[in-house]
């Protein structure tokens, strides 16, 4: 049976055999297992990923035969899994195991998925599927939190949490954690706070500066130059965050070869990108050829090898923002 995402807190999650979750929105699934499923269970916890699974599918099930008689109550969590469990999960309730509940994390899946219509169809089984945060959705997360923690902070200041969260539901709970342990020594928090605290201004400007020098906006990379004060122990963070926008940039390349259309290469890249970003990323897209791309990661690499022996960085670093 299908539970929608507003459902879970009222959902008996021990009454079904296993729950598939699905969808893009990491963080809110990781939510919902901790805070819900797992929620008062004292049993024991088996992680697997799938091709763990797919391989020792006959032994994990005969050792849940075996222990159903003797053992105590099993929940395994299977990850990164695809329609290919079917079989497994096909297997396992043909066998009638007591004792053993299973929770399958998947990402997509399309409607015609043969794993999907299984949990969608059978009452002894949950399916939920997860859509993306926007900043609605993750600000209206916020505000419940802070009320029920009782926390004094302004809305701007909520709205700037949010927004450094970059659409990451898990980002978000991370900096809540944080929020409601400087609670404890705080009465109000400002602005101010939320910069030290989470330390994702000078994360945000890093960001910032990638993404407007791979679109080759000089003039807003000349301006963020200029604005942060960025040092030696910045390097390291812009340059691996150059290589991996370099390299989702690569990717989407690489997409481009199939799809003409800019729109249905970026939409179709996963983990999709946070839909602040698409208009700098479409000139991205459309100012870097693939082999300009691998140059450049080349660079970047051999730049990261070359700080990491204790060279003088910012300059290095510097030039390399500063010139294409």
């Known amino acids: 049976m299908i539970i929608k995402s507003f459902e879970v807190k009222k959902a008996k999650f021990s009454n ?3 729950i598939l979750l699905y969808g893009l929105n990491k963080g809110f699934k990781e939510e919902v297992i901790k805070s819900y499923i797992l929620l008062g269970f004292s049993g024991e916890i088996l992680r697997y990923e799938e091709p763990e699974v797919l ?3 006959d032994t ?3 050792s849940f035969l075996n222990g159903s008689l003797f053992g105590e109550m099993k929940i395994m969590i299977i990850s ?14 043909e066998r009638d195991i007591s004792g053993v509940q299973i929770i399958i994390n998947s990402e997509n899946l399309d409607k015609k998925s043969k794993l999907r219509g299984l949990f969608e169809k059978d009452k002894k089984l949950a399916c939920i599927p997860f859509y993306e945060d926007n900043n609605q959705s993750l600000n209206i997360f916020a505000i419940n939190f802070i009320k029920g923690k009782n926390i004094k902070i302004s ?4 709205n700037l949490i949010v927004e450094r969260a970059r659409g990451d539901r898990g980002n978000l709970n991370n900096e809540l954690q944080k929020l409601e342990a400087l609670h404890l020594t705080r009465k109000k928090i400002t602005q101010e706070d939320i910069f030290n605290l989470t330390n994702l201004s000078e994360d945000y400007g890093i960001f910032e500066l990638v993404d407007n020098y791979l679109a080759k906006n000089k003039i807003k990379v000349s301006k963020i130059l200029n604005e942060n004060n960025f040092v030696n122990d910045d390097c390291i ?3 691996r965050t150059l290589l991996n926008r370099s390299k989702r940039l690569l990717k989407l390349k690489n997409i481009q070869k199939e799809k ?3 729109d249905e290469v970026i939409s179709s890249y996963k983990p999709s990108i946070f839909w602040k970003e698409k208009d700098l990323v479409k000139q991205q897209i459309k100012n870097w050829s693939e082999k300009e791309i691998k140059e450049k990661i080349f660079q970047v690499s051999n730049l990261e090898i070359l700080i990491k022996k204790n060279t ?8 390399l923002i500063s010139n294409y």
Request: without cysteine.
């Open 16 to 18: 079904f055999k296993s």
């Open 55 to 57: 391989e020792n599918k």
């Open 60 to 62: 994990i099930l005969e």
């Open 80 to 93: 990164r899994s695809s329609n290919k469990i079917i079989n497994f999960i096909d297997d396992f309730l």
């Open 155 to 158: 809305q701007e200041t909520v």
């Open 237 to 239: 963070l812009i340059l």
């Open 260 to 262: 003409n259309n800019i």
């Open 312 to 319: 003088p960085s910012i300059n290095l670093v510097s030039d």
